[in-house]
């Protein structure tokens, strides 16, 4: 009978000194990708722009087509539906998210859509690279949502994606979707139509709910989902939202 021979001690002690090599490597070029982002970051953020006249920048929009910026608090059950969404660790993240800029940073590489971007970066792409979907735009977009996120609360950035937005059938701005899908003023909005709005955002001309009904209550459907997933409605409470009407005005 054959046995291998157990290994030596020398082998033995040289295997925790391969492994303590290895991880030192890995940490230089971790160091080194982090001091790369910095100076990226450091020029990114010296050439782009101020966003200082980010929320004139969406009021200078809304009154162009004759909108009205919204008065008032963004209502909690559609920020909740947009936060679950389009961004679930909105209230977290300091502009951009570090798992979705992963995603979105091969997407640019690529030129594939990984999705990634924070609601951050988006206001930033619409208001300061024109929706470009260029590697230059979307690095920009990245250093300017960081910009925003310093620069503007949370509720003020959720303002101004509201009032950007385009929700389908020619309504521009949250105040104008609210009246013209519903009647209502957008801190009368109830859940089934606060989940629908929210819906709108990926496709707002194909699931107008107006024009194609079950195109639009599927995406609801998709944001109730999301509501539940996130822990903001229960199962229960989400089968409910969806069986209610919208309550919508005759389309004109």
């Given amino acids: 009978m054959v046995t291998s021979a157990a290994p030596s001690h020398q082998q033995t002690a040289r295997r925790p000194r391969r492994l303590r090599t290895f991880l030192r490597r890995v940490r230089r070029v971790l160091a080194a990708v982090v001091l790369l982002f910095a100076v990226l970051l450091g020029i990114g953020w010296v050439v782009t722009p101020s966003v200082d006249d980010a929320q004139q ?6 009154a162009a087509i004759g909108g009205t910026p919204l008065q008032g608090d963004v209502p909690d059950n559609l920020a909740q539906a947009l936060i679950a969404t389009e961004d ?16 979105a940073g091969w997407g640019a590489l690529t030129g594939n859509d990984e999705g990634g971007s924070t609601l951050d970066q988006q206001l930033a792409k619409n ?6 979907q260029s590697f230059p735009d ?7 949502a960081l910009k925003l996120d310093s620069t503007w609360s ?12 385009y929700y389908g059938h020619g309504f521009y701005g949250l105040t104008a979707a609210t009246e013209g899908y519903f009647g209502v003023e ?3 909005l109830s859940w089934p139509q606060a989940t629908l709005l929210a819906g709108l955002f990926q496709a707002p001309s194909a699931c107008d709910p107006f024009v194609h009904p079950d195109l639009a209550a599927a995406r609801q459907a998709h944001v109730l989902d ?10 229960t409470e989400a089968d409910d939202i969806a069986a209610a009407s919208w309550d919508l005005v005759p389309a004109t």
Avoid: C, N, T
Wanted: charge should be negative.
């Fill in 57 to 62: 920048l969406v009021s200078a929009e809304l």
């Fill in 226 to 235: 999301r509501l539940v997933a996130v822990g903001d409605l229960s199962r």
């Fill in 88 to 103: 679930s660790r909105f209230e977290h993240h300091v502009g951009i998210d570090a798992i979705g800029a992963v995603r």
């Fill in 186 to 188: 957008p801190a009368d």
């Fill in 154 to 165: 949370k509720d003020q950035l959720l303002q101004m994606y509201l009032d950007d937005g």
């Fill in 138 to 144: 979307r690095v920009q977009s990245v250093v300017l």
């Fill in 127 to 132: 208001l300061y690279a024109g929706g470009g």
